[in-house]
C-alpha cells in the first residue's frame, strides 16, 4: 500500500522467532523495536480453517509491558492489534506517549479487551480516531441488549470516545460511523477459501487510504477490495 511501516513486539530466541523477523524484513517492516528474549519460546497460534470460516486460539507468551516503547517515533499513525492480560499498563504509557508525540492511534481489539469493555481503555479511549470491530465484537463491546442495528452499536461506541467507529460483518459488508455520518459497502464477490487475516487486511487498506486523502467512502472500498484478496487464497 506504499506506506512505511514498523512493529513494536516481542518473540522468543527460537526458530520461529527468527522467521518472524526474517519475514517482516522481507515485506521492508521495520524490525528494530522487536524485543527478543533468550532461551524463551515465541507466541504461537492454532488456526482451524473450515468452509472459509475459520477460529483461531492464541497463546501470549509475551505480557504487553514486554515490549519496547521507544522514547519518540517518526510516525503519523500507531496501530494497536489484540493484547494479551496486562494490557492497561502499555495503553497507559501510549496516551502519555501518543500525546507527546501528536499521534493518531487505531485499534482493532481482541477478545480480552472486548470482554472487559471499553471501560478498561482507560485514558486511551478518547484518544482512539479509529477503532475496527466485527458485528459480534461491537455489540459485546458497546453493550446494548436485544438486536441493535449496526448504526446504533457504532453511534453507542462512538459516544464513548472513539472518533470513527468501522464495523465489519462478513459476506454483508463493512460500515463506518463518524459524526452521524454513516456509510455501508457491500462485500467484494469472490470464492472464500479462507478467512484468516481478512480483517487485518481490511483494517490496513482501510487506513492507509485515512493516511492517502481521508475520505470514509473510498477507505471502505479499499478495506473491502484487499479483504477479498486475502480470502481467496
Same mark, same amino acid.
Given at each position: 500500500?506504499?506506506? %512505511?511501516? /514498523?512493529?513494536? =513486539?516481542?518473540? *522468543?530466541?527460537?526458530?520461529?522467532?527468527?522467521? !518472524?523477523?526474517? @519475514?517482516?524484513?522481507?515485506?521492508?517492516?521495520?524490525?528494530?523495536?522487536?524485543?527478543?528474549?533468550?532461551?524463551?519460546?515465541?507466541?504461537?497460534?492454532?488456526?482451524?480453517?473450515?468452509?472459509?470460516?475459520?477460529?483461531?486460539?492464541?497463546?501470549?507468551?509475551?505480557?504487553?509491558?514486554?515490549?519496547?516503547?521507544?522514547?519518540?517515533?517518526?510516525?503519523?499513525?500507531?496501530?494497536?492489534?489484540?493484547?494479551?492480560?496486562?494490557?492497561?499498563?502499555?495503553?497507559?504509557?501510549?496516551?502519555?506517549?501518543?500525546?507527546?508525540?501528536?499521534?493518531?492511534?487505531?485499534?482493532?481489539?481482541?477478545?480480552?479487551?472486548? %470482554?472487559? /469493555?471499553?471501560? =478498561?481503555?482507560? *485514558?486511551?479511549?478518547?484518544?482512539?480516531?479509529? !477503532?475496527?470491530? @466485527?458485528?459480534?465484537?461491537?455489540?459485546?463491546?458497546?453493550?446494548?441488549?436485544?438486536?441493535?442495528?449496526?448504526?446504533?452499536?457504532?453511534?453507542?461506541?462512538?459516544?464513548?470516545?472513539?472518533?470513527?467507529?468501522?464495523?465489519?460483518?462478513?459476506?454483508?459488508?463493512?460500515?463506518?460511523?463518524?459524526?452521524?455520518?454513516?456509510?455501508?459497502?457491500?462485500?467484494?464477490?469472490?470464492?472464500?477459501?479462507?478467512?484468516?487475516?481478512?480483517?487485518?487486511?481490511?483494517?490496513?487498506?482501510?487506513?492507509?487510504?485515512?493516511?492517502?486523502?481521508?475520505?470514509?467512502?473510498?477507505?471502505?472500498?479499499?478495506?473491502?477490495?484487499?479483504?477479498?484478496?486475502?480470502?481467496?487464497?
Amino acid at each position: 500500500l506504499g506506506l %512505511k511501516t /514498523g512493529i513494536i =513486539s516481542a518473540v *522468543g530466541s527460537d526458530n520461529a522467532g527468527q522467521e !518472524i523477523i526474517n @519475514n517482516l524484513k522481507l515485506k521492508k517492516v521495520e524490525t528494530a523495536n522487536i524485543k527478543v528474549y533468550k532461551n524463551k519460546k515465541s507466541s504461537f497460534s492454532v488456526i482451524i480453517s473450515y468452509k472459509g470460516e475459520r477460529t483461531i486460539f492464541v497463546y501470549h507468551a509475551y505480557e504487553p509491558q514486554n515490549f519496547i516503547l521507544p522514547k519518540s517515533l517518526n510516525t503519523r499513525w500507531l496501530y494497536l492489534g489484540p493484547m494479551a492480560k496486562g494490557y492497561e499498563r502499555i495503553f497507559n504509557q501510549i496516551v502519555s506517549f501518543v500525546v507527546k508525540n501528536n499521534i493518531k492511534v487505531a485499534i482493532n481489539p481482541g477478545a480480552v479487551q472486548i %470482554k472487559n /469493555g471499553l471501560n =478498561s481503555f482507560g *485514558g486511551l479511549l478518547h484518544l482512539i480516531e479509529i !477503532i475496527f470491530l @466485527n458485528r459480534e465484537e461491537a455489540q459485546s463491546i458497546s453493550g446494548l441488549p436485544g438486536f441493535p442495528t449496526i448504526r446504533e452499536m457504532a453511534k453507542a461506541i462512538n459516544l464513548s470516545g472513539p472518533k470513527t467507529v468501522v464495523i465489519t460483518d462478513g459476506e454483508k459488508g463493512a460500515y463506518v460511523y463518524q459524526e452521524n455520518e454513516f456509510f455501508k459497502v457491500g462485500s467484494y464477490p469472490g470464492h472464500r477459501i479462507d478467512a484468516t487475516g481478512a480483517g487485518d487486511a481490511f483494517a490496513s487498506a482501510f487506513l492507509a487510504q485515512m493516511f492517502y486523502s481521508n475520505n470514509l467512502r473510498d477507505a471502505l472500498k479499499w478495506g473491502v477490495t484487499n479483504s477479498a484478496s486475502v480470502i481467496e487464497k
